[in-house]
C-alpha cells in the first residue's frame, strides 16, 4: 500500500505570495510530500522583508479565543522549527528575553494585574530599584518608565528567517514564479491561475497568501472579505553622544508602542505598524520617536541613516487573521496584521490539516 505521503505527491499546489506565510506554507506542504509552486511578482518587495520580527506571544494578555489559541500554538511549534532549520542555517535562532515597556501608569497596572493572575515564573513585573529599569531611565532621561519581562518571549531575525526558507525552499527544488497572478478559476477538478504575462498554472490547491492583493482574487467568488492597508515602519538612527551606551539597553523591547532594537553602542532601530495607509508620509521621523513625552537629546539629535517599511493588511469586521477554506480547493491566509511571522508555524499547521483532510 502507498504512503500518504506518495499519495500527496500526486497533487499540485500553487501559493500565491511569498511572504513569511507563504513561504511557511510550502515550507510545511513539502514537508508533507505535496508539489509546491510559489507565485509572486516581487517576493524581496513584500512586507516581510520590513519585519522586525518581535515574538510577543506569551505577553499577549487576551489569553482566551481563537487569536490566543494560535498564539499558544505557535509558542510551542516555534523551538521545532527553529531546530528543523537550523539545518539550513546553524546561527537562526529566538533572541530571548522580550521586554514590554510603559510610563502610562494605569497601563501598568493593567500588566501587574496580569503577571498576577497569570502565575508564569517566566512573566516578571520589572522592579523599579533593578538595574535594568534603572539603566532604562537613564539612558531615556527620565524617571517613570517600567515594565514586564518575558523569558519565553524575544526576537527572531526577520531576514534571516527569510533567507533561511529560501535556502530550504532551493534545497527542496520548490518552483518559483516571478509573476502576478490575475484571475483564478476553477475548471474540472483543477484550478487555472492566470499571469499578467498570460501564463495558465493549473494545480489541485490555490492558497493566497498575497495580503490586499488576495481579494482581488476573489471578488468573483461571492466572498465578503474586507481588507485595510496598515503600515509598518522602521528606520535605523545613529547617535553622537559618548555618554550614551544603548547596547546597555535590552537587545529587544517595546515602549509605548514602538518596538525598538540596539545594534550597537551607538545605533538603534525604531519600528511600527501602526497607520492605515500605504506610503510613509513626511514625518517618519516624529511618529516613530514620539514614545515619550519628552525625548531624550541623543534621540532628538539622531541622524537617520536607514528608513524602510511594508504594507500590511488588517481584516475588516472580523478578526485578524483571516483563515479560510472559501470553496474546494481555494484557501486564504491574509490579514497578519502585525504578528505574520508569530502565527506563521500555526497558520501552515493549519492550512496542512486542511489539505490532508481534502485529500482523505
Given at each position: 500500500?502507498?504512503?500518504?505521503?506518495?499519495?500527496?505527491?500526486?497533487?499540485?499546489?500553487?501559493?500565491?505570495?511569498?511572504?513569511?506565510?507563504?513561504?511557511?506554507?510550502?515550507?510545511?506542504?513539502?514537508?508533507?510530500?505535496?508539489?509546491?509552486?510559489?507565485?509572486?511578482?516581487?517576493?524581496?518587495?513584500?512586507?516581510?522583508?520590513?519585519a522586525l520580527g518581535l515574538l510577543m506571544g506569551n505577553m499577549y494578555q487576551k489569553r482566551r479565543g481563537r487569536s490566543w489559541d494560535l498564539r499558544k500554538q505557535s509558542i510551542e511549534l516555534w523551538p521545532k522549527w527553529i531546530k528543523f532549520l537550523q539545518q539550513f542555517n546553524c546561527e537562526l535562532n529566538i533572541e530571548k528575553p522580550l521586554i514590554q515597556l510603559t510610563t502610562n501608569e494605569e497601563k501598568f497596572k493593567k500588566l501587574k494585574i496580569f503577571i498576577h493572575e497569570n502565575h508564569d515564573p517566566n512573566l516578571q513585573i520589572l522592579k523599579k530599584d533593578s538595574i535594568l529599569i534603572k539603566n532604562i531611565n537613564n539612558i531615556f532621561q527620565t524617571k517613570n518608565i517600567k515594565g514586564i519581562i518575558s523569558f519565553n518571549d524575544g526576537r527572531?531575525?526577520?531576514?534571516?528567517?527569510?533567507?533561511?526558507?529560501?535556502?530550504?525552499?532551493?534545497?527542496?527544488?520548490?518552483?518559483?514564479?516571478?509573476?502576478?497572478?490575475?484571475?483564478?478559476?476553477?475548471?474540472?477538478?483543477?484550478?487555472?491561475?492566470?499571469?499578467?504575462?498570460?501564463?495558465?498554472?493549473?494545480?489541485?490547491?490555490?492558497?493566497?497568501?498575497?495580503?490586499?492583493?488576495?481579494?482581488?482574487?476573489?471578488?468573483?467568488?461571492?466572498?465578503?472579505?474586507?481588507?485595510?492597508?496598515?503600515?509598518?515602519?522602521?528606520?535605523?538612527?545613529?547617535?553622537?553622544?559618548?555618554?550614551?551606551?544603548?547596547?546597555?539597553?535590552?537587545?529587544?523591547?517595546?515602549?509605548?508602542?514602538?518596538?525598538?532594537?540596539?545594534?550597537?553602542?551607538?545605533?538603534?532601530?525604531?519600528?511600527?505598524?501602526?497607520?492605515?495607509?500605504?506610503?510613509?508620509?513626511?514625518?517618519?521621523?516624529?511618529?516613530?520617536?514620539?514614545?515619550?513625552?519628552?525625548?531624550?537629546?541623543?534621540?532628538?539629535?539622531?541622524?537617520?541613516?536607514?528608513?524602510?517599511?511594508?504594507?500590511?493588511?488588517?481584516?475588516?469586521?472580523?478578526?485578524?487573521?483571516?483563515?479560510?477554506?472559501?470553496?474546494?480547493?481555494?484557501?486564504?491566509?491574509?490579514?497578519?496584521?502585525?504578528?505574520?511571522?508569530?502565527?506563521?508555524?500555526?497558520?501552515?499547521?493549519?492550512?496542512?490539516?486542511?489539505?490532508?483532510?481534502?485529500?482523505?
Open positions: 500500500m502507498k504512503s500518504l505521503k506518495e499519495n500527496f505527491q500526486k497533487a499540485h499546489i500553487v501559493i500565491i505570495g511569498s511572504g513569511i506565510i507563504g513561504k511557511f506554507n510550502a515550507l510545511e506542504l513539502s514537508e508533507l510530500g505535496f508539489k509546491v509552486t510559489i507565485i509572486d511578482p516581487a517576493q524581496h518587495k513584500n512586507s516581510s522583508n520590513s527572531i531575525d526577520a531576514m534571516s528567517l527569510l533567507k533561511t526558507l529560501d535556502k530550504y525552499l532551493k534545497n527542496e527544488k520548490i518552483n518559483f514564479l516571478e509573476d502576478e497572478i490575475i484571475k483564478i478559476k476553477k475548471s474540472k477538478n483543477q484550478w487555472i491561475s492566470k499571469t499578467k504575462n498570460n501564463k495558465e498554472i493549473k494545480s489541485d490547491i490555490v492558497i493566497l497568501c498575497n495580503s490586499l492583493n488576495a481579494v482581488n482574487l476573489i471578488d468573483g467568488l461571492s466572498q465578503n472579505i474586507k481588507l485595510k492597508p496598515v503600515l509598518g515602519q522602521a528606520m535605523e538612527i545613529d547617535i553622537n553622544d559618548p555618554e550614551v551606551d544603548l547596547l546597555s539597553l535590552p537587545k529587544q523591547f517595546s515602549m509605548n508602542g514602538k518596538n525598538i532594537i540596539p545594534k550597537s553602542k551607538n545605533k538603534l532601530i525604531i519600528g511600527s505598524t501602526d497607520e492605515y495607509s500605504t506610503k510613509p508620509g513626511e514625518n517618519t521621523f516624529e511618529k516613530l520617536t514620539n514614545f515619550l513625552d519628552k525625548k531624550p537629546t541623543w534621540l532628538i539629535n539622531g541622524q537617520v541613516t536607514k528608513k524602510w517599511f511594508g504594507v500590511r493588511s488588517r481584516p475588516e469586521g472580523e478578526p485578524s487573521p483571516i483563515m479560510k477554506n472559501l470553496r474546494d480547493g481555494l484557501i486564504i491566509c491574509t490579514g497578519f496584521y502585525k504578528n505574520g511571522i508569530l502565527l506563521a508555524p500555526a497558520c501552515s499547521k493549519w492550512v496542512g490539516n486542511e489539505i490532508k483532510d481534502y485529500f482523505s
